[in-house]
């Protein structure tokens, strides 16, 4: 079979078998498979924001030391294979079509019930195995300690931050959410957690496992400072096991993903990011306030319907000028008219709302508009949206032919 058809037909599964957290699955893969994960060492990062940007930061100085470095996060933007890489190669679409039909003929077979990120999580310590990585930056993908990634065995836990987001899932209350995250650590194996984690329910399970706890501490508001600060520590913790990375740290803090306060060159400030919940959303304007104090903001946003949108717009009408609306294509989109009832609500003129049927003509219009006002443009808000916000820029980069992202 193709790439296209293999990834469509991994993307259907999850109309049979929705996302579910739970190791069942993954652990009867693991055992069927011989324990591909044990195969290369592994870091295990979890968060609410900030995981992707500490995994990327830690698996880009392996990757300048000199060592073969697998890194696995999610979602994507662009193509799935963004998702599993070595020292920065995303997964070729050959590999993709080499090993994903064994794993459907596997789990057909022995009759287990896998999902979308439980398929991809093994895809990746497959082909991490066949290209032989010494070590492997694992993201969860939801939660922690029923994530499908908590299988691994790994020589440091993270935890980058704790906020609201995913409630129905993980629960409503920071403390149910950091129970959750806290989920994987590791009996003896050491967790690295951020500033805005809360320490005490942390280290209390950090006791029970008899793991060392080592909070990072920090006099700055921005989130790409805190993300350096605990990838830097984390690097700093593994050093005297990977001697060669020392000297590549701060060279490797340097990685940024797509996306992540990344800004379009061009005769204005045109900013991308993927804050999607409200933690992330107060910290980009964070980020937004210190680089560009008190310039007019026009921003074009989509929001996941399954995010907290009153507090995500609450924050957004604070801060712009004008807002246009787009939605995702793949049905996880908020509705444009909720989410322009919402800004009416908080008292935003409809002459200051514009909806947009195409993300890449909300672009364009915005972009025009704002260089004709002098704003900075922020476009932001859900993975799903940037891929067609990237096109709209003429950003080069390997895209897939349809939506790949689970449903």
């Not at 069942?24 to 994960?37: E, K």
């Not at 920065?88 to 039909?101: C, D, F, H």
């Not at 903001?297 to 989509?302: E, Q, W």
């Amino acid at each position: 079979m193709t790439y296209s058809a293999l990834l469509q037909q991994l993307l259907n599964i999850n109309l049979f078998n929705g996302i579910k957290l739970g190791l069942n699955n993954v652990q009867r893969l693991q055992q069927l498979l011989h324990f591909p994960d044990h195969t290369f060492q592994t870091i295990h990062v979890a968060g609410t924001n900030g995981k992707g940007s500490v995994s990327t930061k830690i698996a880009h100085t392996f990757k300048q030391a000199g060592y073969r470095v697998g890194l696995y996060t999610s979602p994507h933007i662009s193509s799935f294979r963004e998702r599993i890489q070595i020292n920065g190669t995303l997964i070729s679409e050959e590999a993709v079509e080499s090993l994903l039909p064994s794993l459907f003929q596997l789990v057909e077979t022995e009759k287990i019930p896998a999902t979308f990120f439980e398929l991809t999580t093994f895809l990746a310590f497959l082909y991490f195995v066949q290209e032989k990585v010494e070590i492997a930056v694992i993201e969860t993908g939801l939660g922690g300690r029923l994530d499908a990634t908590n299988i691994v065995q790994p020589c440091l836990s993270i935890i980058t931050s704790i906020s609201l987001d995913h409630v129905e899932i993980l629960g409503s209350t920071l403390e149910s959410i950091a129970r959750e995250k806290g989920g994987i650590i590791k009996e003896k194996i050491p967790i690295i957690i951020g500033p805005h984690v809360p320490l005490e329910i942390i280290q209390s399970i950090a006791e029970e496992k008899a793991s060392p706890c080592i909070q990072v501490q920090s006099d700055s508001a921005l989130f790409e400072i805190q993300n350096r600060q605990i990838a830097r520590a984390a690097l700093h913790y593994l050093a005297p096991s990977f001697p060669r990375i020392f000297q590549f740290i701060e060279k490797g803090l340097e990685a940024k993903q797509p996306c992540r306060f990344e800004i379009i060159p061009g005769p204005l400030p045109i900013i991308l990011d993927v804050a999607h919940n409200p933690d992330g959303i107060q910290h980009l304007f964070q980020m937004v306030d210190h680089y560009y104090p008190k310039k007019p903001l026009r921003l074009v946003f989509g929001l996941s319907k399954n995010k907290d949108l009153k507090s995500c717009l609450k924050l957004i009408a604070s801060r712009g000028q004008f807002f246009h609306l787009v939605k995702a294509s793949n049905g996880r989109g908020a509705s444009i008219s909720d989410l322009h009832e919402q800004l009416s609500l908080l008292g935003i003129p409809s002459s200051q709302i514009l909806s947009h049927d195409s993300i890449h003509a909300g672009v364009c219009l915005a972009k025009e508009r704002a260089l004709q006002q002098g704003e900075i443009l922020v476009i932001c808000g859900s993975f799903f949206i940037m891929s067609q916000v990237r096109q709209a820029f003429g950003i080069e980069e390997p895209c897939d032919a349809m939506d790949l992202n689970e449903r």
